[in-house]
C-alpha cells in the first residue's frame, strides 16, 4: 500500500497535466464543430468529393454536421492521447526505478518484485481511470452542449469503456517494455514507438483499404468512434482480443521482472 | 549461527568481471571487513547477497535462508547502504525515511528520531538539495531505523567527514556490541583495520584470503620513502626483507618486513632530507603480500 500511495503522489502533477490537456483538445475540437454545424451540409460534401482525405481522417459514414458525429472523429484523437498517456505512464512506473538509481533503496526492503510491480500496477489504473473521468466529464459537457437531438450520453459512455481498453492495453505494453528490458532507457522509446507503428498502421488502413486482416493488430482499429456510435455497441471479438493483450503484456512483464537481474 | 554463507557463488555480468566460487562465511556478531580494490567485485558479491542481481551458479544463504527464495523475508532484518547514494529527488528528507519505515513491520519513529540527532540531519530539507555527504546520511539512518539484525555497508565513508566517520564507526560498534552483524566492504584498509575482526580479501572476482585483522597487523610491513642530500648506493638496501624497491634519483621507495632496527640502521646512515614510514595501503599489499 506505501508504495501505491508513493506513487499516486508522484504522478499527480502529471496526471493534472494531462487532463488539462485532454479538457483542451475536447474544448477545442468541439469549438471547431460549431463551424461545421454553421456551414451545414456543404462539409459532408467537400468530404464525399475527396474520398482519400475522408479516409485519412476517419470521417466516412459518418454526418459531421452531427455533434456526436463530428465527436466521433475528434475520438480517435483523444484515443492517440490516452494511449500514449498510458505507453508513458506503464513504461516509467517500472523503469524509473532502475533508470534514477532508486532500485537499490527499494529492493532492499522486504518487498518481492512482483508486489512492487502490482502495487504500481494498482497506482496506474486509479492514473487511467482518472484520465478517463475527466475524459468522460468533459466530453458529456461538451457534446450535449452542441447536440441537439437525444441525449448522448448513453453512447459516450460506451466510448469510455472503449477508451478504457485501449489505454489498458498501452498501459500493459508500457509496463511490459519496461519489465522486460535491462536497458531502463529503452523502455519509454520501445512502448511509444509500437503505438506510432500502430497508429499509422491504422491510418494506412483507412486510407488503402487493403489488406483488412491487418486491423487486428493495431488497437486504434477495436474501437473506433464511428463504428461503436453507428452499432452503439462494443464488438466482443476485440474486447476478448484486448483483454487477451494486456493479459500476456502483464504475464511477460511480472515472469520476466521477477526473474532477471536489475540494472543497478 | 552463520549469518552469511554463501557457496560457491558465482555471478559473470557479460563482458564485466563478476564474481567466481565466492565462499564467505559471516558469524553471528561478527564485525566482517570485505577489502578488495575498485573492481573486485565487493558490489556484485552485495548486491548478490541482497538478490537484487541473481547468482550464475553457487547459492548464499542469509540467517540461513537462501537469499533468492526468501529475499523478502530475509531482508526484514537486514540494512543496507550502497556505496552510491540515489533516493527520490522531489522527495524531502523526511518523507524519504518515513517511506524507507513504512516497507517494515515495525514501528520505528523512535530510533529514526535517534538516529537523525546522532548523525545531525536536516529532515525539513529536500534530497536534491543535499550535498553527497548529508545524502549518505540519510543513507545511513534509512539503513538502520529499523533496528536490523545485518547491517550491510558498501563503501561506506566516502562523502563523510573525518568528525561525521567517527560517528558513525562508534554508531556501527555500538549496534555490534548489541550482537548486530556487520559486513562492511571497502577499499580503504584503515577503515577496515579499525572497525572489523575478520576481513575477506577479494580480488579479481575471487576470495583470495580471509584473516584476523590481528594477523593481518601482525605482517608488519612498512613502506619506507625517503630522499637523501646525495646519491644512494643501491647495494645498501640488499637485505632481507626489502621488496619493491624503486631508486630514482636521489630518492628511494620500497616495503620492509621484519626487523625495524636493522633498517634503521641503514637509514641512519644515509644523508637525508627527508623520510616517511608508513603504514602499506591496499594496493602495497596486494602487490608485496598476495603475489
Known amino acids: 500500500m506505501n508504495i501505491v500511495l508513493r506513487e499516486l503522489k508522484a504522478h499527480r502533477k502529471s496526471l493534472i497535466a494531462w487532463s488539462v490537456g485532454m479538457v483542451f483538445l475536447i474544448l477545442a475540437g468541439m469549438t471547431k464543430y460549431s463551424g461545421f454545424a454553421n456551414s451545414g451540409q456543404s462539409a459532408n460534401d467537400l468530404f464525399k ?18 455533434a456526436i458525429g463530428f465527436y466521433s472523429v475528434l475520438f480517435l484523437y483523444i484515443l492517440v492521447m490516452t494511449a500514449i498517456h498510458g505507453s508513458l505512464l506503464g513504461a516509467e512506473i517500472i523503469s524509473k526505478e532502475e533508470q534514477e538509481k532508486t532500485a537499490e533503496f527499494l529492493f532492499s526492503k522486504p518487498v518481492t518484485r512482483t508486489q512492487v510491480v502490482t502495487s504500481k500496477l494498482f497506482a496506474a489504473l486509479v492514473n487511467l481511470l482518472a484520465l478517463n473521468l475527466v475524459t468522460l466529464v468533459a466530453s458529456v459537457i461538451m457534446v450535449g452542449a452542441y447536440n441537439t437531438g437525444e441525449s448522448v450520453t448513453p453512447v459516450i459512455l460506451l ?14 505494453i508500457g509496463i511490459a517494455a519496461a519489465g522486460i528490458s535491462k536497458k531502463p532507457k529503452l523502455a519509454a522509446p520501445v512502448a511509444t514507438g509500437l503505438l506510432l507503428a500502430a497508429f499509422f498502421l491504422s491510418l ?8 483488412p486482416g491487418l486491423k487486428y493488430l493495431t488497437p486504434f482499429k477495436y474501437f473506433e468512434g464511428r463504428v461503436i456510435i453507428n452499432h452503439n455497441s462494443l464488438d466482443p471479438l476485440y474486447v476478448a482480443i484486448s483483454l487477451g493483450i494486456v493479459a500476456v ?10 526473474s532477471r537481474d536489475l540494472s543497478v | 549461527m552463520n549469518v552469511i554463507e554463501t557457496n560457491k557463488l558465482t555471478k559473470s555480468c557479460g563482458t564485466a568481471r563478476g564474481i567466481i566460487d565466492v565462499d564467505l562465511v559471516v558469524e553471528e556478531g561478527e564485525l566482517y571487513g570485505f577489502i ?22 553457487g547459492s548464499a544463504k542469509i540467517f540461513g535462508k537462501d537469499v533468492v527464495e526468501f529475499g523478502a523475508e530475509i531482508k526484514e532484518d537486514i540494512g543496507y547502504l550502497p556505496s552510491e547514494v540515489f533516493y527520490y529527488d522531489n522527495m524531502k528528507v523526511k518523507d524519504l525515511l518515513n517511506y524507507s519505515a513504512s516497507f517494515y513491520k515495525k514501528d520505528c519513529t523512535k530510533r529514526m528520531r535517534e538516529l537523525v540527532e546522532i548523525m545531525d540531519l536536516d529532515t525539513h530539507k529536500r534530497i536534491d538539495d543535499l550535498s553527497y555527504g548529508n545524502k549518505k546520511k540519510v543513507g545511513i539512518v534509512q539503513g538502520l531505523l529499523h533496528e536490523p539484525k545485518l547491517i550491510i555497508l558498501d563503501e561506506p565513508t566516502g562523502g563523510l567527514d573525518p568528525l561525521m566517520q567517527q560517528k558513525f564507526f562508534n554508531l556501527l560498534k555500538e549496534e555490534n556490541s548489541k550482537g548486530v552483524t556487520i559486513l562492511l566492504s571497502s577499499h580503504i584498509l584503515g577503515e577496515v583495520q579499525r572497525l572489523c575482526d575478520r576481513v575477506a580479501i577479494i580480488k ?54 621484519g ?14 632530507l627527508t623520510l616517511w614510514v608508513e603504514e602499506p595501503d591496499l594496493e602495497d599489499i596486494f602487490l ?3 603475489e
Open chain 2, 259 to 272: 626487523d625495524i632496527n636493522s633498517i634503521i640502521k641503514i637509514v641512519a646512515s644515509i644523508d637525508l
Open chain 1, 49 to 66: 468529393g475527396l474520398p482519400g482525405l475522408a479516409a485519412a481522417f476517419g470521417i466516412e459514414s459518418v454526418d459531421l454536421t452531427q
Open chain 1, 159 to 172: 466510448l469510455m469503456v472503449g477508451l478504457f481498453f485501449v489505454q489498458l492495453i498501452f498501459l500493459s
Open chain 2, 204 to 257: 579479481e572476482g575471487r576470495i583470495v584470503n580471509v584473516e584476523k585483522m590481528s594477523d593481518l597487523a601482525k605482517s608488519n610491513y612498512s613502506r619506507f620513502k625517503l630522499e637523501s642530500r646525495t646519491p644512494i648506493e643501491k647495494s645498501l638496501f640488499a637485505l632481507d626483507g626489502v621488496s619493491g624497491l624503486k631508486m630514482e634519483n636521489n630518492s628511494v621507495t620500497f616495503m620492509f618486513k
Open chain 1, 204 to 211: 494506412w488502413l483507412d486510407i488503402t483499404k487493403k489488406y
Open chain 2, 288 to 290: 608485496h603480500y598476495y
Open chain 1, 249 to 258: 503484456m502483464l504475464l511477460a512483464a511480472y515472469l520476466r521482472y521477477n
Open chain 2, 36 to 57: 578488495g580494490p575498485n573492481g573486485a567485485g565487493k558490489s556484485t558479491t552485495i548486491r548478490t547477497l541482497l538478490s537484487l542481481i541473481y547468482p550464475t551458479s
